[in-house]
């Protein structure tokens, strides 16, 4: 590291730490260190599934993206942030010293103890999880016998991941799925709309829905659930809980009752006035759903914060501005949810699609987003043959407009 510049080590280089670094310029000696080596949009990773997506359309090189900031990539695991010496350990053994570090290490999967949920349930949080579903479902399809499919969160991530396997029915795969919610409706934190015209959809469906259920206990065969009922389970996927990284736990940023990393509306730590958090892992005074477009648009003021704190400026406030979101239920339909709004059309998958290849192009160069095009248009047209023509024939999109619907 060149000594004259002031340092930056950012802890996460995915959603909320690539923006950051984006924002930062080679005024700043910035190191980016990740666990793993590409960028993942972790959005649309239940797309991997049905294989109407694969590994290398979900992610882009972490490295290259962040060379083309001017920075330095780490491909490393943090072992340990340590406040009061100010430096960063890796599991390699670096010491990473710092003037001001961010931390955007997301969260990883919470199994409340569960007996047999590590063992035998597949996380889906990563683009690896995705594909070693996606193949434990194509052995599933090549059976004589139908398979049986335990989705336990009927949370977005747990209901797309079961439009996506009912997706495959178009290739003539089959499965009995399952979801299992402990709240009283599927999709709790959206509007009641939305679950209804959800569990309307999968009633078409082999799709069962089990709420205020939890799950006690997981065998290689089966998922028992609080009630006692006994579900068979050839595969269970775990769609449900998170929680914050182990190594940041013991980083003195956070105290017993605290779930998260404190911050300030600044997004700087409670605890530690040159660590900024941005992301999943940052608890505002005003908490924050934990989505993509949230840990961007922090990545994006930690980043401006840092450069402002170093250069001894004031510091931005995070504010967070409300999106519409897009729920996807494979090829069945798409819904659009804005505040209590929810609108459904198999045709707003094209909208979904649309911001996924935008945003992409941005992190890729954030300055030039067309100079990287070709693998923007390889990930694009890819995604057009499997994804858009199928939705856009004139049969479907006639289907798909007269199949618009205002749900709530
Ligand atoms: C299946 C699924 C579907 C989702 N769908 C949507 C959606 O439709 N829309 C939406 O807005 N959001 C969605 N989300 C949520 C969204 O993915 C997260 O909010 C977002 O990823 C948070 O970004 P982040 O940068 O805070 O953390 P992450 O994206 O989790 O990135 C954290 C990074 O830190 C790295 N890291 C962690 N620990 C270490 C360590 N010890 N050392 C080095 N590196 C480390 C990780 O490798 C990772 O790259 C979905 C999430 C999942 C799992």
Not at 345 to 355: D, N, Q, R
Request: aromatic share 6%.
């Amino acid at each position: 590291m060149n000594p004259s510049r002031p340092r930056v080590v950012i802890v996460g280089g995915n959603f909320a730490g690539l923006v950051a670094a984006s924002r930062l310029s080679d005024d700043h000696d910035v190191t980016v260190v990740d666990a793993r080596i590409d960028f993942e949009w972790t959005p649309n990773i239940h797309e991997i599934l049905s294989g109407v997506k694969t590994r290398s359309n979900v992610v882009l090189s972490r490295a290259e993206c962040v060379e083309r900031y001017g920075h330095t990539f780490l491909h490393d695991t943090v072992t340990r942030i340590d406040p009061d010496n100010e430096h960063v350990l890796t599991e390699s053994g670096l010491v990473l010293p710092f003037d001001a570090c961010l931390i955007a290490a997301g969260s990883q999967r919470q199994t409340y103890g569960v007996e047999g949920a590590d063992k035998h349930a597949l996380n889906l949080r990563l683009v690896d999880d995705a594909v070693k579903i996606g193949r434990r479902l194509d052995r599933l399809a090549a059976r004589d016998r139908r398979a049986s499919v335990v989705i336990v969160g009927g949370g977005v991530s747990g209901v797309e991941a079961a439009g996506e396997i009912l997706r495959r029915r178009g290739q003539g795969d089959e499965y009995d799925i399952h979801i299992v919610e402990m709240e009283s409706r599927i999709l709790g934190q959206l509007p009641r709309g939305l679950a209804k015209d959800a569990i309307a959809r999968m009633e078409a469906h082999p799709v069962t829905v089990h709420t205020e259920e939890t799950v006690e206990k997981l065998t290689s065969r089966s998922v028992t659930l609080s009630s006692g009922k006994k579900l068979p389970a050839d595969l269970c996927i775990w769609s449900a809980g998170m929680t914050l990284p182990g190594f940041l736990a013991e980083s003195g940023l956070a105290d017993d009752d605290d779930t998260w990393l404190p911050v300030d509306e600044m997004l700087r730590s409670c605890y530690d006035g040159n660590i900024f958090v941005a992301g999943d892992c940052a608890e505002l005074p005003e908490p924050v759903r934990k989505q993509a477009y949230n840990a961007m648009n922090m990545g994006e003021i930690a980043g401006d914060n840092i450069a402002r704190l170093l250069a001894g400026r004031r510091l931005r406030r995070f504010r967070p501005s409300p999106m519409p979101m897009l729920v996807s239920f494979g090829d069945i339909t798409t819904w659009l949810v804005a505040g209590d709004f929810v609108a459904a059309s198999p045709v707003l998958a094209t909208g979904k699609e649309a911001v996924y290849q935008a945003t992409m192009a941005r992190l890729a160069s954030p300055k030039q987003p067309l100079k990287y095009s070709s693998e923007i248009i390889g990930r694009a047209s890819l995604a057009t043959h499997k994804l858009l023509l199928p939705q856009l024939t004139a049969q479907k999109i006639f289907a798909g407009l007269m199949g618009s619907r205002i749900v709530s």
